[in-house]
């Protein structure tokens, strides 16, 4: 009986006792507060629940947890939300159209080149709903007043008052006649500089150039001084191009001159067009001219639907395309079936395929 005494003894001493349940601190959503929580809770244990500073509660009244016996807490009905800042009416379109941010969100503010900000750069949405920081201002860089040239003035685009001007307001120089400025603008700079003065200098442009198919009027062939303008005209039936008149400049050369641009013909034998808003037998055309840049629509046929539609083409400088489509009919089917010319039958409701140089349909 001795030994197995000596076992029941032996196995008392080796029982071991589990040890008692407890509960960590709770995982709750973002914004709900920690801070003041245990990191470890006792079975039973009541905590109840708040949100962080700029955050509000998904219920009026504040939920509590409670530690269970299996050390697990009881579920968290609470959800917190970031408090939200509006966004001033005047930043809404560069906040993409959001008229709230968040609580935390930052606004950062710059201004464009040649301004100045009058304020803070950055403004943060606070726990109460408001921001720290008002808007700033961005205000337009001061230069002081340009210099004239020596030998000439300034205009400026608008009036000015005082010692100083405002980035972005620019002016003219002018010199004393015949002379030209070296150059002719100047402005408020972005770095609050105002342009120095150009230097006052002779120029003379060279007798003007001839242009083919255009004169020179009422002009002497000779050299011209600074801002002398000459002026040309095209011959009869010539369309001009570009500004009339060209102005000697301070560079020594002339601006831009025209050109001439050359009437076309219209070169088709047999067939009706439509030209300046009405339907005209080629033979009627006379002189058979149209001028550059007019439009003339040549009729072809849709032979499956079995009707007419026009084409448009453009007088360019003497070239006057025939659509692709257009189709010169014989003699005798000119002179004695011209009903049943695309001209003359059903227009199509539509040409076959997109054409949109096509004018509409004509009558």
């Not at 196995?11 to 960590?24: L, Y």
């Not at 079995?306 to 070239?319: I, M």
Request: aromatic share 8%.
């Amino acid at each position: 009986m001795a030994p197995a005494l000596l076992l029941l003894s032996l196995a008392a001493v080796f029982t071991t006792v589990a040890p008692a349940k407890v509960c960590g601190r709770p995982r709750v959503s973002d914004g709900v507060d920690v801070s003041s929580m245990k990191r470890v809770f006792e079975i039973g244990e009541d905590v109840t629940l708040s949100c962080e500073q700029g955050y509000l509660p998904s219920t009026a009244t504040p939920p509590r947890i409670t530690c269970t016996a299996t050390g697990e807490w009881t579920p968290a009905n609470l959800a917190c939300s970031p408090r939200m800042c509006q966004i001033p009416r005047p930043l809404q379109p560069f906040a993409k159209g959001r008229t709230e941010a968040p609580f935390k969100s930052v606004l950062n503010f710059s201004c464009d080149d040649g301004y100045v900000m009058v304020g803070a750069n950055e403004s943060r949405c606070l726990h109460d709903g408001t921001w720290s920081h008002p808007p700033p201002l961005c205000k337009g860089v001061n230069c002081p007043l340009p210099k004239p040239p020596r030998e000439g003035r300034i205009v400026h685009d608008k009036a000015v008052t005082g010692t100083s001007t405002i980035y972005g307001q620019g002016w003219t120089y002018e010199c004393n006649p015949p002379k030209a400025p070296s150059y002719e603008r100047g402005s408020c700079m972005a770095d609050g500089s105002a342009t120095e003065p150009p230097v006052c200098r002779d120029v003379s442009c060279s007798i003007p150039p001839r242009i083919a198919n255009g004169v020179i009027t009422f002009a002497v062939m000779r050299q011209h001084s600074y801002k002398e303008k000459v002026k040309y005209s095209c011959l009869e039936h010539y369309t001009l191009e570009g500004e009339a008149e060209i102005q000697c400049q301070n560079t020594g050369n002339w601006s831009s001159k025209p050109v001439c641009r050359a009437p076309c013909e219209v070169g088709i034998k047999r067939g009706r067009i439509f030209y300046n808003g009405r339907k005209i037998w080629i033979e009627d055309l006379t002189p058979n001219r149209v001028l550059h840049g007019e439009h003339v629509a040549f009729y072809c046929k849709n032979k499956a639907e079995k009707c007419g539609y026009p084409v448009a083409s453009t007088c360019n400088d003497g070239n006057l395309p025939i659509p692709d489509c257009y189709e010169q009919p014989g003699k005798i089917e000119y002179n004695l079936r011209s009903k049943n010319l695309p001209s003359e039958i059903r227009m199509c409701v539509a040409p076959p395929t997109a054409n949109p140089t096509s004018p509409p349909n004509p009558a």
